[in-house]
């Protein structure tokens, strides 16, 4: 009697195994199916453990403190660097791409120094809450077709997202560290669903740079060590976004009008050539973030800046990062009509402001005016940082 059991048992197993492959080949067509129906441009599927030696190389980009004061990425880093640490259950990862690509040059903008340089990412609603929605509608697609649980992702948790996108086949990361797309060029948004389900990995994007460094030679804050790193401390994206402090003098120039982000090193990489325009309309932009004129950040108060800003990247900043980012970019103008905004900012509340303010007059008016407005600010300010500015070295 014990022997009939035993004997069916492989029979049963495989019965078993190939019916829950089948169903899982089921269920990662009908989530490509639904993922494209949906605007994602590509959809694919890796295992957690694919990342390979992408774990080690962000605990030296962490020991190096090339993390700035990004303290989160130090503080999850167990969990960044496997996804199994982060939920011990997940068997597979679903890598999804959705293409925000521009339908103009994004840095001809720099060409044009009285207005403001918002990042292509920034420019339309909140991709958080857009991809969001979306991927959560598809993971409960997974969730009922495998029975297995599910978790849903978007740049929100310690997740290593470009890697694990290069391991499912959506793109290699370049010299630059973001992901590059043989169809998207550079501008893909990646989110996650993480599933206990067995789904059949895709096969890796291998690196297609070969010898060009465009988006190493362009950075102007040369803020890769060497290809394939990063010191975000250097980045202008980091700064103008991340950076909560005083941005450093040496860095100001270079910033020229960029007041969000930039994409200098994303823009010029020659896949971009294959890249369309993003069809999706929530990532256009609005006519708050297009580039805006100088003058208008300069004029916002807390209430106006919410307002005018609620629901994108930007409003995540805050006003008075993104007004002392906008001095930075009025003393870097030229533009002396300026002035008479950037000398009513010497009195803001907030020290990041008026350290800046004082900056952005030094660079923009004639001495006497300089002076009368030290003379009048200098004696009431109580901030050292701001009271700095006032003596350091001014490059005209």
């Known amino acids: 009697m014990p022997t009939s059991i035993f004997e069916h048992r492989p029979t049963d197993r ?6 829950s492959a089948a169903s899982a080949d089921a269920a990662k067509t009908a989530l490509t199916h639904a993922a494209l129906e949906m605007g994602f441009d590509v959809v694919r599927v890796t295992r957690p453990d694919a990342i390979g030696e992408a774990g080690n190389r962000l605990m030296t980009f962490l020991s190096e403190g090339r993390h700035g004061e990004m303290a989160w990425m130090e503080t999850n880093a ?3 660097r496997d996804p199994r640490v982060l939920w011990p259950e997940v068997r597979s990862v679903i890598m999804l791409g959705f293409n925000y690509g521009p339908d103009t040059n994004p840095l001809d903008v720099l060409s044009t120094p009285g207005r403001a340089a918002i990042s292509v990412y920034a420019k339309g ?10 991927l959560k509608e598809l993971a409960g697609l997974v969730e009922r077709t495998t029975g297995e649980a599910v978790k849903v992702f ?27 797309s043989r169809e998207a060029g550079s501008w893909l948004f990646l989110g996650a669903i993480l599933t206990a389900a067995e789904l059949a990995p895709d096969a890796p994007e291998v ?12 950075c102007p804050t040369n803020a890769f060590p060497g290809p394939y790193q990063l010191d975000a401390r250097r980045c202008i994206a980091y700064l103008t976004i991340e ?11 270079p910033m020229k009008n960029r007041v969000f982000g930039c994409d200098d090193c994303l823009a010029v990489c020659p896949w971009n050539k294959f890249a369309a325009a993003s069809s999706e309309m929530k990532f256009a932009a609005t006519e708050a973030t297009a580039n805006p004129p100088l003058d208008e950040l300069l004029q916002l108060d807390d209430a106006t800046f919410r307002t005018r800003y609620a629901g994108t990247p930007v409003k995540r900043t805050g006003r008075d990062r993104v007004v002392r980012n906008a001095l930075i970019a009025a003393g870097n103008s030229g533009d002396a009509s300026l002035i008479p905004l950037v000398m009513s900012l010497l009195s803001d509340a907030s020290p990041l402001v008026r350290a800046m303010s004082v900056w952005a007059v030094r660079r ?10 030290k003379i009048a600010s200098y004696p009431r300010e109580t901030d050292e940082a701001v009271r700095n500015e006032w003596h350091i070295e001014i490059p005209q």
Request: proline share 5%.
């Open 78 to 80: 167990d969990r960044r």
């Open 243 to 253: 950076h909560k402090g005083h941005i450093a003098p040496e860095f100001r120039i």
């Open 125 to 134: 609603r909140d991709y958080h809450d857009v991809m969001k929605k979306k």
């Open 154 to 180: 978007v740049d929100t948790a310690p997740l290593m997202e470009k890697p694990l996108a290069a391991a499912a086949g959506l793109g290699w990361q370049g010299k630059h560290t973001n992901l590059v």
């Open 364 to 373: 923009l008016a004639e001495p006497e005016v300089v002076s009368a407005a």
């Open 14 to 19: 495989t019965h078993v195994t190939e019916a």
């Open 207 to 218: 690196d297609h740079c070969g010898s060009c460094s465009r988006c190493l030679d362009v």
